[in-house]
């Protein structure tokens, strides 16, 4: 991946916009990702808003469309502020492609994460001021961003069903605010939507648009991208009938990864004869938080309970955050020495989900939650 820069105007265009993942080691180091080392993934270029001048229009099928300035989603809404993780639909794909087959995508390693604070008012708090009261069934709240073109649209957007934007539990909110400052360019600046649980690709930045409908979002990317086709789908023409037919991803999968050791190191055991592995683990969707990690250093044969450092400044952060937000986690496990040696991870959550080995494959390379591992180790 691209290294860390500063972006400007003319870094990145649609031809080639920014995509970047720090090493996982370095995403590991910290419980809250810094915007420093966090992944970025983008469809075209980084637009740079100016936050006075720009609005957010809320229209379709609402009893008082709005005109909301950002200045009016700082001040006539509660703000609030979630801690959660935020995941690439495309996490893993290299793993996905190397351990079961190729697939068509960015290949992204297993750091296309990041954990941090959001802060901005509910998404909930706005629709009602709308006039949006009822979550009916059959709508849905589209977000669209027509600030540049991208690579197969016009636009960006996704959606979700209107009953999760109006779920107090869901915590959906739009985001001014990230780790305590305003949201940095390439992350939305001014305003992005957070929604705990739900893939990256739903997460519209430089936020300009938000339509109560009764279908998902028209966009390229909610219709004819992040989705887990069925496995006969092995190529373009083979896809082309089930576009409309499946899903579009949602909730992200439950999984862990291990950062400490990486694939192809040499690694040292302890006088005892064992290596501390370290990794982070998210729930699915909103079945959080993470109740158990487990890591093997047999194939799987023998599983060592892994130690939870689950929290983020001073300890204090409740279950609320902790449904959403990561877990970083470390294990002693013992690894027999030699060559081609293997470490995986498995996780469980609060809903009952439980990793297994490997997720199916689909052509987009999406949704990977196969075991965390470490491959083709050195042990001494």
């Known amino acids: 991946m691209k290294s860390r820069m500063t972006c400007t105007h003319t870094d990145y265009s649609t031809d080639s916009p ?9 995403l590991v180091s910290s419980f809250i990702t810094p915007g420093s080392i966090s992944y970025n993934r983008n469809h075209g270029p980084i637009p ?25 989603l700082a001040t006539k809404f509660p703000q609030d502020e979630i801690c959660c993780a935020l995941e690439c639909a495309g996490n893993r794909r290299h793993t996905m492609r190397t351990m079961l087959k190729e697939v068509e995508g960015i290949d992204w390693g297993d750091a296309a994460v990041m954990n941090c604070y959001w802060k901005g008012p509910r998404l909930r708090d706005v629709l009602q001021h709308a006039g949006v ?14 600030q540049v073109q991208c690579q197969e649209d016009k636009w960006f957007g996704g959606s979700v069903e209107l009953a999760r934007a109006l779920s107090d539990d869901a915590d959906v909110i739009l ?38 409908q009764d279908q998902e979002s028209t966009n390229f990317y909610q219709r004819r991208d992040y989705k887990v086709l069925p496995e006969e789908a092995v190529d373009r023409d083979a ?31 302890s006088e005892s004869g064992k290596y501390e592995v370290k990794g982070y683990a998210v729930p699915q969707g909103s079945d959080g938080p993470i109740t158990k990690v487990q890591v093997s250093g047999d194939g799987g044969k023998s599983w060592v309970d892994a130690q939870l450092g689950n929290s983020g400044p001073g300890d204090g952060t ?21 060559s081609g040696r293997d470490i995986v991870s498995r996780a469980y959550d609060a809903g009952g989900n439980q990793q297994a080995e490997h997720s199916q494959w689909n052509l987009r390379g999406v949704g990977y939650n ?7 180790l050195t042990v001494r």
């Open 18 to 26: 920014l995509n970047r993942e720090p090493s996982v080691k370095e």
């Open 48 to 72: 740079h808003v100016e936050a006075s001048t720009h609005t957010i229009t809320i229209d379709g099928l609402v009893p008082n469309p709005q005109r909301l300035t950002v200045k009016d």
């Open 133 to 146: 009261q009822e979550a009916r069934p059959d709508l849905h709240v589209a977000f669209s961003s027509y």
């Open 175 to 212: 985001a001014l605010e990230m780790n305590g400052a305003p949201l940095e360019p390439n992350h939305g600046y001014p305003v992005r939507v957070v929604l705990p649980g739900i893939a990256g690709a739903r997460w519209v930045k430089w936020l300009d648009k938000i339509t109560i």
């Open 239 to 269: 896809a082309e009938p089930f576009w409309d037919k499946t899903p579009a991803m949602c909730e992200v999968p439950i999984n862990s990864v291990i950062a400490v050791p990486e694939d192809n190191e040499t690694i040292t055991l």
């Open 318 to 338: 409740g279950d609320r955050v902790k449904k959403w937000c990561w877990v970083l986690w470390k294990a002693e496990i013992k690894v027999e020495k030699g």
């Open 370 to 376: 196969g075991y965390g591992r470490a491959r083709n």
